[in-house]
Structures are given as C-alpha cells and as structure tokens.
C-alpha cells in the first residue's frame, strides 16, 4: 500500500511515522511551508529552523514532492505516477479541491483535532479550552469538497487537564496522531473500515480567534473566562494587561484565581506537559472594583487584579512588552500604585 502524506511539524512527523509502524510505503511527502514559502525562503527556514517532519524526511529518505500547491497540475501528475492509494492530511490550510482529493484508488483522509462533528474549523485546539471542555479528540475522516465536514473512519478522545494550555493540548494530539493513523493503516490493510457520516444536528463551527482577546479585559469578563482566554491562546498568542500606555505580557503558567466565595486560592502547578494538578491555599480576603490592582509584588513580578465577577487574578512572572522594556518590569510594577486601574 501506497500512501502521501501532506502535513507540518510535528503533525506530519507523526504521520510518518505511524506510517513506518504498520509498515506502509511513503511514497512522497509534501510539507506545508512548500505552499507559503518562495525557494529562497524556503532554503533558509530549512538551513536555520530545526523540525521535527524534515528530520524524518532526511533520516528514512523519503521522496520530498516539489511543488506550490496540492492542486497545482504537478502534484496530480505525481500522485498518477505514484499509483498512490491514500493521500492523508493533517495540519493543512489549503482546501483540497475534488479533482485533487478524489485521485487515490482508496481516498483521501483527514486528519482533524477534534472530536467531529463538533469544533469544525482552523484551531480547535484555542477553541474547547475557550469554552471550558474536559475532552477533545482527533477524528480520521474522509475528505470531501467542504471543511471537516466527511464521513468519519476513526476517532480517539483525549483528555483536557485542568490549567491545560492550547500548547500542551497540541502536543497530547500529536501523540494521538501516530496512535491513530498507525490504527488506520493497519485495519485499511486487513478489515472493512465503514465510514460514518457526520451528524449535522450536533455540529459546530468555529473560525479563526479574534485576536482582540489577547487584551485581558477584566472589568467586564468573569475571572475564569480571562483565564480560559490566557490559556487558550498560548502558544499561539501571548496576552497582555493595559496600563496606561505599556502592556504586560502574562505567563500563562503562573496564574492564580482568587475566589471570595469559598475563600480559597486555587494554583495550577504543571510537572510536565500532561499532567497537572490543583491544590487550595490559605483563605483570602477580597475587596475592590472590576480592573482594580488590589495587589503588587515587584520581586515576582505580580500584580492582582479584580475581575468583574468579584474573583481576581494574581498574575506572576510578568514581563513589559517591548525588547528595551523587558529590564524595567520590575522598576514599572515597584512605582504601580494599589488602587489603579488596568484598561
């Protein structure tokens, strides 16, 4: 069996390697920066930047596909040349158009992280952390003319840890990837695979984030939805808290939720990039209006900030934006005044 695989970093790195494990030929990998990137460009992100796909690409030699698009002519003529019987996605920007992903005497599959048919769309990553989901998953489906929208082969659920960011649910699907596709390859082989069609009453779609959100509004949002947003967005984009005319660039790792309800401080320690766990400290006492800084360390680089359903944020490790800013963290958060406002 003969299969392209059309993918970026670690995404397409998993692909090939699943399909090395149950012992399928490749016979060409195209990767996502030959469609975005002009050769001279190209030569340089190879020469500088280190990743994961094309140090697989080198080490197992595998037959590199030279071109600018999945639908441009030379790709088709290599995939008629190749006899290939499955062209599998992942991580792809570009919508595959029929005459492209119907060529493969088996089919054309997809690879989406997320547990179809909810959260269609570019990055359910940012998206079910967004709206506070304990599960996410990755679904195999069979590619059609519109986005994520195929009859589905396989899916797998993965875990969604409390304090997850969209980083460390990124690399939990990676590995889920080989696990998947490794499966797939290994049943396409040996057994009927009968497709599911999505259905259409439990669907959701989501585009791209509006990337206003990074500007931490805490006088009108709730102090868990702020630290949704702080999460989901990282590594993607990193948040910021308005002060006059300088922003402070949040950790998301290092982020407190100060609740007067039950009086409790509630901390997420990350070991590692799978496992989290959450631990309650000593009462707090809470008093100020939405946007208020209630509280400074300059030492740890700390503020404390009211949020508008009376729970604050104590937020550590803060760092000014801007490369000459950086230095004066510190200096800024020592000469803040409790009482001020966040914008």
Same mark, same amino acid.
């Given at each position: ?16 390697? %699943? ?27 190879d ?5 994961h ?12 596909? !030279? ?21 599998m996605?992942?991580? $792809?920007?570009e919508?595959?158009?029929? !005459? ?12 989406? #992280?997320? @547990?179809? #048919? ?44 409390t304090? +997850?960011?969209?980083?460390?649910l ?25 497709p599911?069609k ?14 206003? @959100? ?20 990282h590594? $993607?984009l ?30 997420t ?6 496992? %989290? ?35 604050? @944020? ?12 950086? #230095? ?14 966040? +914008?």
């Open positions: 069996m003969k299969v392209i695989l059309l993918g970026k970093g670690k995404m397409l790195a998993n692909m090939i390697e %699943s399909a090395r494990d149950s012992g399928v030929e490749i016979a060409g990998v195209l990767r996502y920066e030959r469609t975005i990137l002009k050769p001279f460009q190209l030569f340089l992100h020469l500088f930047k280190t990743s796909d094309l140090t697989l690409i080198k080490k197992y030699k595998l037959p590199e596909i !030279k071109c600018r698009s999945a639908n441009s002519e030379e790709f088709r003529e290599f995939v008629l040349k190749t006899n290939a019987d499955i062209i996605v992942g991580t $792809w920007r919508k595959l158009e029929r !005459k492209t992903f119907s060529m493969p005497k088996i089919g054309t599959v997809n690879l989406h #992280p997320s @547990l179809l #048919p909810r959260y269609r769309g570019p990055n359910p990553y940012m998206q079910v952390i967004l709206r506070g989901e304990k599960k996410s998953g990755i679904t195999l489906h069979l590619m059609d003319e519109n986005l994520d929208t195929g009859a589905i082969l396989l899916q797998k659920e993965i875990d969604i840890f304090g +997850d960011t969209g980083k460390e990124r690399e939990r699907t990676f590995t889920a990837t080989r696990e998947i596709a490794s499966e797939f390859f290994r049943k396409i082989q040996s057994e009927v695979i009968i599911i999505q259905n259409e009453s439990r669907a959701t779609y989501f585009g791209n984030i509006n990337e206003s @959100l990074k500007m931490l509004d805490f006088k009108n949002k709730p102090a868990e939805e702020i630290y949704a947003i702080i999460r989901a967005l590594p $993607w990193p948040c910021y808290i308005t002060i006059g005319k300088r922003f402070l660039q949040v950790n998301p790792y290092k982020v407190t939720i100060l609740s007067p309800q039950n009086a409790t401080l509630t901390e320690i990350f070991k590692n990039l799978t496992r %989290s766990e959450e631990t309650s400290a000593e009462r707090v006492e809470l008093s100020g209006k939405p946007g208020e800084i209630i509280e400074k360390d300059y030492k740890t680089r700390s503020l404390t900030i009211m949020c508008k359903d009376g729970k604050a @944020l104590k937020m550590e490790g803060l760092k000014l934006w801007g490369v000459f800013l950086k #230095p004066y963290t510190k200096l800024f958060i020592k000469r803040l005044k409790t009482g001020a406002f966040a +914008d």
